[in-house]
């Protein structure tokens, strides 16, 4: 009679291979250097000669968006989606990963290179103001604006228009109206809700007589 092949057959008959782990693309680097805000592996030489390459890559960042800031005054500048789709497959080629993190109420930056090198910065997050926004969309602009300028300054690419070198050309401002005596409960209401005098002062030019009477309780 043939044998009756068993339902289970013992376990170490059909053992898998041992697991074996992936070596980590990123290797531990030496003791960090750091600052309160800044902070660094102790060796760079492999990361800078990457950003070199990096600033060597033919990029084109467009200034993708433009917004009124007040007084007849546009500003452009680059969303954060548009640096992302730029940078990224440059960083990529170049052994670079950007990586970004919320800490506390700050965001943390990382610059890693794939020898486990890294520089990496701090900065302080405030939630954004304005009309008809909530504390949750408040948070996330605030975030994303916060996130792009971190992008920007670390690696050195430009996200926003010279504002500076635009009041100093030949642009004509209109003057800002002062703030009509109707207006005075609307826009305390405002500062009261949240909103700044630096988002009045867009709208109206304001003493700091007034300014005074508008921030009292």
Not at 9 to 36: G, K, R, S, Y
Not at 141 to 151: A, C, E, F, M, P
Not at 156 to 183: I, Q, Y
């Amino acid at each position: 009679m043939a044998k009756t092949k068993e339902l289970f057959e013992p376990a170490q008959a059909n053992a898998p291979e041992p697991f074996m782990p992936v070596e980590p693309m990123l290797v531990p680097a030496e003791p960090i250097f750091h600052t309160e805000s800044v902070w660094n592996s102790s060796q760079l030489d492999k990361l800078l000669l990457a950003l070199q390459r990096f600033h060597q890559a033919d990029i084109s960042i467009k200034k993708d968006r433009t917004v009124p800031v007040g007084g007849g005054r546009m500003r452009s500048y680059t969303t954060l989606d548009e640096i992302i789709s730029k940078i990224k497959p440059v960083l990529t080629n170049c052994g670079l990963i950007i990586t970004q993190h919320m800490a506390g109420d700050s965001v943390v930056t990382f610059l890693h290179h794939v020898s486990g090198q890294f520089l990496a910065s701090k900065v302080a997050f405030t939630p954004m103001n304005g009309n008809n926004v909530n504390a949750l969309q408040a948070y996330g602009g605030g975030l994303t604006y916060l996130k792009r300028y971190s992008i920007s300054a670390l690696l050195f690419v430009s996200s926003d228009e010279d504002l500076d070198g635009a009041d100093a050309g030949n642009h004509t401002v209109a003057a800002l109206p002062s703030l009509p005596a109707d207006k005075f409960a609307e826009v305390k209401k405002f500062l009261a809700n949240g909103g700044t005098i630096a988002q009045v002062r867009q709208k109206y030019t304001i003493s700091k007589e007034i300014e005074n009477q508008l921030t009292q309780e």
